[in-house]
């Protein structure tokens, strides 16, 4: 009897290690991906690279890369937008009728950058909202769960490494 009980026991033991394996791969796996994520040096040089490589003849106009910090650390950060660049005679190829695709670029107090968004937008304002700087981004209207009309504001924060949206207008 003795036997037989300790026999189940470990049966079951056996059967939740695959279990047991799964949940601590859940957990881990998020932080391993985060971490994986390589800084640049200079977005600017980045992305400018890219689309001399994509692209016959790359041009880029004045507001291609804007410097600012955007979460508020004391950082400048930095955003990209692709409206911007001429791509073989033809500007802002992947601009559409829900914008221009925006890049998020975020500086780390140990040198380098990483991005933390692309967004496809008509522009943004950055705005001093409650004591601290916002993103207010145009966006198409859809993105306000409305079918026409004028452009909705999204209103975000940059918090940590997320945009945290505070308003939809």
């Known amino acids: 009897m003795k036997g037989q009980r300790a026999f189940i026991q470990k049966r079951k033991a056996v059967k939740l290690l695959p279990v047991l ?3 601590v791969l ?4 998020p932080v391993a991906a985060f971490a994986q994520q390589s800084l640049i040096s200079d ?3 980045y992305e400018k690279k890219h689309f001399q490589e994509q692209c016959t003849e790359a041009s880029f ?3 291609f890369l804007i410097r ?15 409206g911007e660049l001429t791509c073989d005679g033809q500007k802002g190829p992947q601009c559409n009728e829900d914008g221009c ?22 522009g943004y304002d950055f705005v001093q909202r409650f004591g601290n700087m916002v993103l207010a981004m145009k966006m198409s209207p859809r993105f306000c769960d409305r079918t026409g ?13 997320k945009f945290v949206t505070i308003s939809k207008k």
């Open 101 to 122: 695709t925006y890049n998020f670029y975020l500086q780390v107090a140990e040198g380098g950058y990483f991005m933390i968004a692309t967004a496809q937008i008509f």
């Open 21 to 23: 394996l799964n949940v």
């Open 68 to 82: 600012q910090d955007i979460n508020n650390d004391g950082l400048m950060d930095a955003v990209v937008n692709e």
């Open 61 to 63: 106009g004045d507001g």
């Open 149 to 161: 009309g004028d452009p909705c504001v999204v209103t975000t924060r940059v918090r940590g490494t």
């Open 26 to 29: 859940l957990l881990v796996m």
């Open 43 to 45: 977005p600017e040089i």
